[in-house]
């Protein structure tokens, strides 16, 4: 089991590119998650997948889209890049959405937009 | 909207006990508070979850007080490789959306 993959680790963009991080699980999660974590702060909610074909804003959703591709992957796309979307970008699934369900995260994107 | 709130950093030493609390005044009737652990480049990692009084595991404890409205992880006999940040989390699931709520993260320090 991988368990949550990312791709890219890394990525430099210029203003105004875009771009779309993939997430895939293989533990037949049925929700998954996107956040972002910048320097010295916790992890704030981008968007959710509470099941497949559902998706839902979190709390910063501004400046991103996402998709719920099919049961195992979700990505996030940044569709003009801004400096302000530097950070590192985390997903995560777990098995439901709800108050009980541990979620696993997968190790990250570090974004850097120039 | 619970707003959590951690102590930035704390010092241990190998063998000691530690205990980083969380606030979460706001708390609701509903949500679940579950800690994390993250060690530098990696993703955080779930330790503990509970809702109300204490839950334990094999690695951590946890205290919930009656009001909720803080929440204690306890790390017995702490070790170099417990130097980490870690990361409450305020979760509330309904279907007016998902509230989740990351505190800023302590960061522990071990020494030997």
């Known amino acids: 089991n991988a368990g949550v993959t990312q791709t890219p680790k890394f990525q430099v963009l210029k203003t105004g590119q875009s771009m779309t991080l993939q997430c895939a699980q293989d533990?037949?999660?049925?929700?998954m998650y996107w956040y972002r974590q910048d320097p010295g702060m916790g992890l704030r909610l981008i968007y959710y997948?509470?099941?497949?074909?559902?998706?839902d804003k979190g709390e910063v959703p501004n400046g991103y889209n996402v998709s719920r591709l099919n049961k195992r992957e979700f990505s996030l796309r940044l569709e003009s890049a801004a400096p302000s979307q530097t950070s590192v970008y985390f997903c995560?699934?777990?098995?439901?959405?709800?108050?009980?369900?541990?979620?696993?995260f997968g190790p990250g994107t570090r974004l850097t937009v120039t | 909207l619970a707003k959590t709130t951690q102590p930035i950093s704390m010092d241990s030493y190998e063998g000691q006990e530690v205990n980083i609390t969380c606030s979460h005044n706001?708390?609701?009737?509903?949500?679940?508070i579950t800690w994390y652990q993250q060690f530098p480049s990696q993703g955080p990692r779930f330790i503990i979850q509970?809702?109300?009084t204490k839950v334990t595991n094999e690695v951590a404890s946890l205290f919930i007080p009656a009001d909720r409205k803080s929440s204690t992880l306890s790390l017995p006999r702490v070790s170099l490789s417990d130097t980490a940040v870690y990361y409450c989390?305020?979760?509330?699931?309904?279907?007016?959306?998902?509230?989740?709520?990351f505190g800023g993260g302590t960061r522990l320090m071990v020494k030997p």
């Open positions: 995560a699934s777990s098995e439901a959405n709800y108050g009980g369900s541990e979620q696993y």
């Open positions: 533990m037949n999660h049925n929700s």
């Open positions: 997948s509470a099941s497949e074909g559902t998706t």
């Open positions: 706001n708390i609701a009737t509903n949500d679940y």
């Open positions: 509970g809702y109300k």
């Open positions: 989390l305020v979760a509330r699931y309904n279907n007016a959306g998902n509230m989740l709520t």
